[in-house]
Each structure stands twice: as structure tokens, then as C-alpha cells.
């Protein structure tokens, strides 16, 4: 299936978690904060979560700012 | 022998500070001369941005291994945010990446001087503080627009003394005074510093710290100007606290006026 991940379009395996996305691209030990679909999931709840088609992933952490 | 004073401290959001420097941590050279220059600045909490992680090469280094929130108050900002719902966004995405709930707020309504779209600050402000955050939202040098975010509850105001990364320093004094004079929370003066002495300025006008980002990131020598504002800021406050001497227009001799030599 199909997901958008940070405004990129991605094939991911049918059943993945949010929990099983975020340690594929290698983010499972960051201070990342994450949003599927515009609503803020904790972390938590990761593993739990199942992705479905079209959905909207959004994976963000700290940069330098001011 | 006098007692020994009370140390000069603040407090924001339920905790205690020292360093009266609140800096950036953006337009360094790399993470390495970030760490140094915050250190040499002595600052105790730094800003952040929140962005997307770059899902193609997510790199191995991370700002917060650098600077680590058991040593530094992390203060996420909404830069960038256009709009209510994004500020809100990033607010919430902030608090949960896990440095708590201090959030400095920005919504911008104008590309050219990022000043803030005010009535859009206030009312994300509102909602944010409904959700438990702590506020210290950005705002135009405007004492009504203070007196509003106080009044729905924000941890502080940090009003700008001259456009973001201007280095023009406090460009309007009497603005900046009459706030001091009406605020009962603290009062931040963020963006528009250019170097110590624009620091020192606004430390002896009695504002509760100062927050800038490219005044040091932007000098020749990061580090060296780090310790120049750390300076400044401390020779402000002595300053504000010691109490100054009036204005007057005539002299005052300085050495006795009697027994001179005939």
C-alpha cells in the first residue's frame, strides 16, 4: 500500500505499524514526535497503530532555530 | 560584613534561572560550534525549531545530542507558522517529541519583517494555555497586544525590539518602557539585538531577560560575541539593580570645590 511520509510518497508493507515505519527508516532511537492524518500520535501508541492506504505521515525533531 | 545577597534569579513557568541570555540555536556552522557558543553564552535555556526529518538521509546526528535537555531548557518555536492551526501543529508535535511544555510562540504575518499577526498570536496563545502549555509568545512592541496575551494567560511576553535578525537594537525605547511599566508577568525582549550594548540597554530598562539568535550566530567570531552578550546582559541587570544616576542637563563637580590651591 501507499502512504505520503513528509510529503513523500512511499510502498510500505501491508500490516506495518507506525512503531514498525519509524525503525525501518532507522528513527527509533530519536526524539521524534509523529502525525498521521494532522493528529499527533504519542508514542505510546505506535505499535498499535496500523497504517492504511493514502494515509499522511509526518515525522518531525528539533533543528537549530531561533 | 553584610549579608550576602540573595542570588539574582527568575522565574518562568514554575522554574528557577540565573542567565538571563535566552539564545538560538540556529545559523551555526555545525552542531559542535552550537554547543560551544551557548556555553560560552552561559545561557540556560535554548531555542529550537521543529521540523521534518529528512526521511531519504536522516543523519546520524541530532541537535539535542549536542545540547541535552538535563542541562538546558529546551524552548521550541512556531518560526515559520503562518497561521493558528500550524502554530497549534507544531506546538502539540513539540511537546510530545518530550522537552516538556515551555513553547515560544510565533505566527507571522508578514514575509518581509516578520513581525507577528497579532490577533492570530492571541488567539493561538488562548488555546494553547487551554492545553496546558506554558506560552511566551512573540509580539510587536504594542503594550494592548501584551496586556491581551497576559490576560489569556501566557508565561511571559516577548516583545521584539527591532525586525528578527536586524541587529538594529531597541527601536523604540518608549513602547518598550510603557510595557514594563503595565506587565506583572515577565517581560523577554526577543529579536532585532545587534550586539552588547544593545543587550546591556535593555537589561538596565529592567526587562526580565533578553532572547537573540543571529547577533551571535552572525558575528565574525560566534563564540567570542557569545561571551561579549553574557557580559553585557550581566552589566545591564548590576546596572538596572544598582539604580542609575539622573539625567541632567548642567554638571555636577565630581572633586571637592573647597581647599583649593591658591
Not at chain 2, 139 to 162: K, N, S
Amino acid at each position: 500500500m501507499r502512504v505520503q511520509i513528509n510529503g513523500e510518497e512511499r510502498d510500505i508493507d501491508a500490516g506495518a505499524t507506525l512503531a514498525s515505519l519509524v525503525a525501518e527508516l532507522g528513527l527509533g532511537e530519536r526524539r521524534i514526535a509523529v502525525e498521521l492524518n494532522h493528529g499527533v500520535v504519542r508514542r505510546d501508541r505506535w505499535p498499535a497503530v496500523e497504517l492504511r492506504d493514502h494515509d499522511l505521515v509526518e515525522i518531525v525533531q528539533f533543528v537549530g532555530g531561533g | 560584613m553584610s549579608q550576602p545577597s540573595a542570588p539574582d534569579t527568575y522565574s518562568l513557568a514554575g522554574k528557577t534561572y540565573r542567565s538571563r541570555l535566552i539564545v538560538g540555536t540556529g545559523k551555526y556552522a555545525d552542531f559542535s560550534e552550537t554547543k560551544r557558543a551557548i556555553e560560552a553564552s552561559g545561557a540556560e535555556i535554548v531555542t529550537v525549531a521543529v521540523r521534518r526529518v529528512n526521511i531519504t538521509d536522516p543523519g546520524r546526528e541530532n541537535l539535542l545530542d549536542y545540547l541535552t535537555p538535563d542541562r538546558y531548557t529546551i524552548l521550541p518555536n512556531t518560526a515559520g507558522c503562518t497561521t493558528i492551526e500550524d502554530a497549534l501543529r507544531t506546538c502539540r508535535l513539540a511537546r510530545e517529541a518530550g522537552v516538556g511544555k515551555l513553547v515560544k510562540l510565533e505566527v507571522i504575518g508578514d514575509d518581509a519583517t516578520l513581525f507577528p499577526d497579532v490577533p492570530a498570536t492571541i488567539d493561538a496563545a488562548r488555546q494553547l494555555v487551554k492545553e496546558g502549555f506554558d506560552v511566551l509568545p512573540y509580539v510587536t512592541d504594542d503594550v494592548v497586544a501584551c496586556l491581551r496575551l497576559e490576560d489569556v494567560g501566557c508565561a511571559a511576553v516577548m516583545p521584539l525590539a527591532a525586525p528578527i535578525g536586524s541587529g538594529l537594537g531597541i527601536r523604540n525605547r518608549y513602547n518598550l518602557r510603557i510595557i514594563l511599566e503595565r506587565m506583572s508577568i515577565p517581560v523577554i525582549v526577543d529579536a532585532g539585538v545587534g550586539t552588547a550594548s544593545d543587550a546591556a540597554v535593555v537589561m538596565e530598562m529592567g526587562c526580565t531577560a533578553v532572547l537573540m539568535n543571529t547577533a551571535i550566530a552572525g558575528a565574525n567570531e560566534p563564540l567570542r560575541m557569545a561571551r561579549a552578550m553574557k557580559l553585557g546582559v550581566e552589566a545591564g541587570r548590576e546596572a538596572y539593580l544598582a539604580g542609575r544616576i539622573p539625567k541632567k542637563l548642567y554638571a555636577t563637580a565630581s572633586s571637592p570645590l573647597s581647599d583649593l590651591i591658591d
